[in-house]
């Protein structure tokens, strides 16, 4: 071996090094340590078990428990509907409490504030639906759901009529069940004010079949246009969009239809493009009247940007095949073509509901919106043993989701407390123990609504209001945090990021 030189055996020996000054021996420094290393870590981990844990999540919802049996000595609830008041209860309710049976025609939950997504193809339309066995298999004990429409119901014999809805019926296709408690959660219909030809020649936006006939007969227009030798007055005619009623569901419908017309018609139809006319029609002097006034003013102004026509204080008097005779502004009589007419109005109570409350009588039923009903959701008139919550009700709070899924997590809460207060208190009757229980109290997060061009409004309490394009992505980000499951998120963001690079789809079923 090589003997080292002086200055070869200083680099070997870097802790001992001494100033020429002094003499002293220096410590050298120590070689520094990556940096961030535990940084990385904390994120790698959190990635580990946030990706464990939807793992986990997606195999236990297809991988249901064994559920517990009926126990006959327990009291029964009847859920009516699978709207968002009525699952919002059954995904709180514990059901080691109470047997719990489940009547709807529609076995699915439906996210409706994406429905005006759905008739022009930016969102599928089973990426907002749920089945409703994929929530009531997943309970602790098993639950009775039943497809099929309640066409009675027996306050006093607590009994429940169920008629089987399906196309294909069975030897029995009518059952009648008993009850200990009633929850009525089947929402309401839409209001045509007796005006003629509404349920005739209107699309209505409450159901996932009202979402496809939208765009079955939007697409048969623009067909029906492009037909070869067509009169430029019929075109005109065909390619007239009107939509009525200024609420959050007419503004979103007739702000999704603006972005399908300009953002994929167009380049798909040269030969009708920018032929395209939406009017939006309103009673009232202004659209969103549960908005602010700077939302309303933002709205109405980008609308005007979109060529998208508002025709405030104009009132519909008749709907005919091709037309609809309304009394404008002027207080005059005018004719306004169209191809597609979409009704996104008021709510008025189906038939069952204006059943229950004939039978309740007027002292405790003098609404005819819906039913009245106290400060905990029972029905006046019911002694106790019917409750109703959502749009079938007429309380002064506005027929949102938001008041529906509130209302649903309350009555959860309030049939626990029910059934412990009952086995503490085993003599005290019905009408003295709900009394105890704390009343419904509405706590109001915010409103928001998509207006087109990827722009969206914000209504939030205290006086605090968002527009524009960053409030487009609260809209997004809000409405995919509030599906019903992990499964439903990942389909609207695939639809979404879908949509975004291939466009929407333009063929028809």
Avoid at 17 to 28: E, F, W
Avoid at 85 to 107: C, Q
Avoid at 175 to 198: C, S
Avoid at 448 to 463: C, E, Q, R, V
Wanted: charge should be positive; glycine fraction near 6%.
């Amino acid at each position: 071996m090589l003997p080292l030189s002086r200055g070869m055996r200083a680099a070997r020996l870097p802790f001992q090094i001494r100033t020429a000054a002094t003499g002293a021996p220096q410590q050298a420094a120590a070689p520094g340590r990556p940096r961030f290393k535990w940084t990385k870590r904390v994120i790698a981990a959190a990635a580990v078990t946030g990706f464990a844990t939807t793992a986990f999540s997606i195999y236990e919802s297809r991988h249901p428990l064994p559920q517990f049996e009926w126990d006959h000595s327990k009291e029964t609830i009847a859920i009516l509907g699978t709207g968002w008041g009525s699952t919002s209860l059954l995904k709180d309710i514990d059901t080691d409490n109470y047997n719990v049976v489940l009547v709807s025609p529609r076995a699915y939950f439906l996210f409706t504030p994406l429905l005006p997504s759905c008739t022009v193809g930016t969102v599928e339309l089973r990426s907002v639906m749920q089945p409703i066995r994929f929530i009531t298999r997943l309970k602790k004990r098993q639950i009775l759901f039943v497809e099929g429409s309640c066409t009675d119901i027996d306050p006093d014999a607590k009994l429940i009529t169920v008629e089987d809805s399906s196309e294909i019926k069975g030897t029995v296709s009518t059952k009648q069940i008993k009850y200990d408690y009633l929850v009525v959660g089947v929402g309401a219909e839409n209001a045509t004010f007796n005006i003629p030809g509404v349920k005739e020649f209107a699309c209505f936006l409450k159901e996932a079949w009202d979402a496809r006939k939208i765009r079955t007969q939007l697409l048969d227009c623009l067909e029906s246009a492009s037909f070869p030798g067509q009169p430029e007055e019929e075109i005109n005619r065909l390619l007239h969009m009107v939509v009525v009623g200024g609420g959050p569901t007419g503004i979103e419908y007739a702000a999704e239809l603006h972005d399908f017309l300009e953002d994929d018609i167009r380049k798909w139809y040269p030969d009708i493009a920018g032929r395209f006319k939406i009017t939006l029609v309103e009673a009232m002097p202004h659209v969103l009247p549960a908005f602010s006034n700077e939302l309303i003013s933002y709205t109405e102004k980008t609308f005007a940007e979109n060529k998208v026509d508002i025709l405030n204080n104009t009132a519909v008097k008749k709907v005919n095949q091709k037309d609809i005779v309304v009394l404008n502004k002027n207080k005059e009589l005018e004719t306004i073509p169209y191809g597609l007419l979409v009704w996104a109005t008021g709510n008025t109570a189906r038939p069952l509901v204006a059943d229950l409350m004939k039978k309740l009588g007027p002292t405790a039923q003098p609404q005819r919106r819906g039913l009245s009903v106290d400060e905990h959701l029972v029905v006046n008139g019911s002694k106790g043993t019917i409750y109703a919550l959502g749009d079938c009700t007429a309380t002064k709070l506005a027929p949102t989701a938001q008041v529906a899924t509130s209302q649903g997590t309350y009555l959860a809460k309030h049939f626990a407390l029910l059934s412990e207060l009952k086995k503490k208190n085993g003599n005290e009757s019905q009408s003295e123990i709900v009394p105890k229980i704390e009343p419904f109290v509405y706590n109001h997060m915010g409103s928001l609504a998509y207006i087109g061009s990827d722009k969206a409004i914000a209504d939030f309490p205290f006086n605090f209001h968002l527009s524009g394009a960053m409030t487009y992505f609260l809209w997004r980000s809000v409405y995919l945090s509030e599906l019903y499951s992990f499964r439903n998120r990942v389909l609207v963001g695939f639809d979404w990021l879908k949509c975004k690079i291939f466009g929407r789809d333009i063929g028809r079923e």
